[in-house]
């Protein structure tokens, strides 16, 4: 057991820690810690301003303020990345280039910028910059920064409509992203941007579902090796220990939990090299 144990829990509301009085380590400092819960992300921050919490996260609409309070604001970068997954099994990202003419559609830099305030950093990778295992040489789809590829983006995604027999972009399924915005005017402003930029580029309408975060989970989880399951979804990965393998067999590997896109797990024409991948990560 670790210094602190649970006082109370309300479901949804609020859940208070107290001291671990058989704790064999150090005796905690703080008599008593809560943690309250918000339904709406820019809430909490309201709560700081009016004294009732101790900390919170900063909307980018205040954040050219917050800087100001040099006794309380700071700013520490997380091992956290959040990326958009897409289900090998479902149509129409099965198909390797309409899935990377998705990606290069997106300016990343852009999305930092404007929507964020330079509060995360736009890239193209999975291990972050820092960690043993990144590679300052990767970049995207065929050569692409975080700027993306708008002109390459077109390009693929007509090749992938053809290899689909798609004579028209009118022919494709439903695109649905499921997210859990969690009443963040920011990630809804990301998303808003993201739509535009994909209507813009490849002509395609994306529809959003904004949903409860413990519902993606779910939902995310019944996506394994499901054609049924979840198409598109957002969602973000917080290291548990600053490992490598934290970042890639966790997420990839065969049968790994957290392969809910069906990575290696599908037939799709890229499904063989997939594979080879999943077998290094086994080798490694």
């Known amino acids: 057991a670790g210094p602190f144990v649970v006082k109370t829990y309300?479901?949804?509301?609020?859940?208070d820690f107290v001291p671990n009085t058989n704790?064999?380590?150090?005796k905690p400092q703080l008599k008593e810690v809560r943690f309250v819960f918000y339904k709406q992300a820019d809430t909490a921050y309201r709560a700081y301003q009016a004294s009732q919490v101790s900390q919170a996260g900063i909307p980018s609409t205040d954040l050219a303020a917050a800087k100001q309070l040099t006794a309380e604001f700071h700013s520490i970068p997380q091992l956290w990345?959040?990326?958009y997954a897409m289900n090998y099994l479902t149509k129409p990202f099965d198909n390797i280039k309409i899935r990377q003419a998705f990606d290069l559609a997106i300016n990343k830099n852009t999305i930092a910028h404007d929507v964020y305030k330079d509060t995360v950093i736009a890239s193209n990778h999975i291990v972050p910059k820092g960690m043993p295992g990144y590679n300052q040489n990767l970049t995207g789809p065929d050569g692409a920064t975080t700027a993306g590829n708008q002109t390459e983006a077109k390009t693929l995604f007509q090749q992938g409509l053809q290899e689909e027999g798609y004579s028209s972009v009118s022919q494709l399924p439903t695109i649905t992203l499921t997210v859990a915005t969690g009443g963040s005017a920011d990630v809804r402003n990301?998303?808003?941007?993201e739509q535009q930029m994909w209507?813009?580029?490849l002509g395609v309408s994306v529809k959003v579902n904004d949903e409860d975060f413990n519902k993606l989970l779910s939902d995310i989880t019944a996506a394994t090796n499901n054609p049924k399951g979840l198409q598109f979804w957002g969602i973000a990965w917080i290291a548990d220990y600053p490992d490598p393998q934290d970042w890639t067999t966790l997420q990839f590997a065969n049968g790994a939990p957290n392969n809910n896109m069906?990575?290696?797990q599908n037939n799709t024409s890229d499904a063989a090299a997939q594979v080879a991948v999943q077998n290094q990560l086994v080798a490694a």
């Open 10 to 15: 309300s479901h949804g509301k609020e859940i």
């Open 23 to 26: 704790y064999y380590g150090p």
């Open 81 to 83: 990345i959040a990326y």
């Open 190 to 193: 990301e998303v808003a941007a």
């Open 199 to 201: 209507q813009s580029t």
């Open 262 to 264: 069906n990575y290696g």
